[in-house]
């Protein structure tokens, strides 16, 4: 008679959990999290912005090529980027693609807010990002307030942006 160990089946149906809820993306507090120090080459002008240096509300969008929700909610980030200018900056990191083509997906979406590249993932590491799309909201200190994994939904981004900043879009 094969007797199952209780404490194996509840690590597997822990384990299971925890995979779904990952998978469907979500918010979680960023306390005691910081920008890194790292310096990346604008995507979308010349020059390079130092992450740790950002001195005013920001949001941070981790992005690739590859990633079908990115693609979703690059227009979403774009409009809601332009609604809140100068209250908060909006900054897209793409991860890993060449320059052509994180460049290429840009001017294909028209997205118009601040693009830096990361080709060798190195914010994806410092950050232990597992998951993409993630969007970090940044305070003027560089504290990250909140991560948050997976597609951001519009009325969502809006909402964190007005609980986080005190910023009313719309």
């Known amino acids: 008679m094969t007797r199952h160990r209780p404490s194996l089946r509840l690590a597997l149906l822990a384990l299971t959990l925890g995979l779904a809820v990952s998978a469907c993306g979500g918010g979680e507090d960023g306390s005691g999290e910081t920008m890194p120090d790292l310096t990346l080459a604008r995507l979308d002008a010349d020059g390079e912005l130092a992450l740790d240096e950002l001195g005013e509300p920001a949001v941070v969008n981790l992005w690739a090529n590859w990633c079908v929700p990115c693609r979703a909610e690059l227009p979403e980030f774009d409009t809601v980027a332009s609604e809140v200018e100068g209250e908060v900056r909006f900054i897209g990191v793409n991860i890993g693609d060449p320059p052509d083509v994180a460049l290429g997906l840009i001017e294909?979406?028209?997205?118009?807010?601040?693009?830096?590249?990361?080709?060798?993932?190195?914010?994806?590491?410092?950050?232990?990002?597992?998951?993409?799309?993630?969007?970090?909201?940044?305070?003027?200190?560089?504290?990250?307030?909140?991560?948050?994994?997976?597609?951001?939904?519009?009325?969502?981004?809006?909402?964190?942006?007005?609980?986080?900043?005190?910023?009313v879009t719309g």
């Open 108 to 167: 294909e979406l028209d997205i118009g807010f601040e693009q830096v590249l990361d080709t060798s993932s190195d914010v994806s590491a410092e950050l232990d990002v597992t998951s993409m799309p993630t969007t970090l909201f940044v305070d003027a200190d560089g504290s990250i307030v909140e991560r948050y994994s997976g597609r951001l939904m519009e009325a969502d981004l809006r909402a964190i942006l007005e609980e986080r900043f005190g910023v």
